[in-house]
């Protein structure tokens, strides 16, 4: 059974810092991982996803790896902003389970100005 | 801007009640799919659909139906709504193929009094 991992739960910094969000996943037959943001109240807003082929996606101060044999994953965030305060999880979309997706249970930032 | 909506953003029903939680997807997805999220317990699947009236269970689908009467809406059924179906339900769609993330819509807030 795929299971997903997410460390730190909780992570607090100051702003202006660059920062490392882990997923670690066991199952490594996977066709993408995808990063969401999810503010409180919300649902989920897709960051970045990742193809299994791929080793990493850039889009503006976001940067996610990909390192699927190894089962793990980063989002990381630079220069960071009270803005960027929310949870963020990480999903994998694995070979034998079709659409369906396995989530992790996030890391909820904060960012303190 | 593509667009996944949920037509309520807060829902208070009784016990007892039939409930129907609406989501429409403009994107020409053939996936579509419903979770419910609850602190501690992460996002769980209830029910999903890969095609206009085609349906399959998640991994919680007691209490609950769905029906996808055309592509681009899926709607969620709680039959006899009950106090532990409390939650926030999310809505999320995709294309069928490998290489595509999901979707989601900004969730309703179910409250069963």
């Known amino acids: 059974k795929q299971e997903v991992t997410q460390i730190p739960a909780a992570l607090s910094v100051p702003e202006g810092e660059n920062l490392v969000l882990n997923c670690s996943f066991t199952d490594s037959a996977i066709y993408n991982l995808q990063w969401f943001r999810q503010d409180p109240g919300k649902g989920l807003t897709s960051l970045l996803l990742?193809?299994?082929?791929?080793r990493e996606q850039t889009s503006g101060r976001l940067n996610a790896s990909l390192d699927k044999s190894s089962g793990r994953s980063t989002l990381y965030i630079a220069a960071s902003q009270p803005g960027d305060s929310a949870t963020y999880l990480c999903?994998?979309?694995?070979?034998?389970?079709?659409?369906?997706?396995?989530f992790g249970e996030g890391t909820q930032l904060t960012v303190n100005p | 801007d593509v667009k996944v909506t949920q037509s309520s953003r807060y829902l208070v029903k009784r016990t007892g009640e039939k409930v129907f939680l609406e989501c429409v997807q403009d994107m020409d997805h053939e996936n579509m799919f419903w979770y419910r999220q609850d602190p501690g317990l992460g996002l769980r699947l209830i029910y999903f659909?890969?095609?206009?009236?085609?349906?399959e269970k998640g991994d919680i689908p007691e209490g609950y139906s769905v029906s996808r009467e055309k592509k681009e809406r899926f709607s969620l059924i709680l039959e006899s709504a009950s106090t532990n179906q409390t939650s926030m339900y999310l809505c999320?769609?995709?294309?069928?193929?490998?290489?595509?993330?999901?979707?989601f819509g900004s969730g309703t807030r179910l409250t069963v009094v």
């Open positions: 659909s890969y095609d206009v009236k085609m349906k």
């Open positions: 999320a769609s995709s294309f069928a193929g490998t290489d595509y993330g999901y979707t």
């Open positions: 999903a994998v979309r694995r070979e034998t389970s079709g659409s369906r997706l396995t």
């Open positions: 990742i193809q299994s082929s791929q």
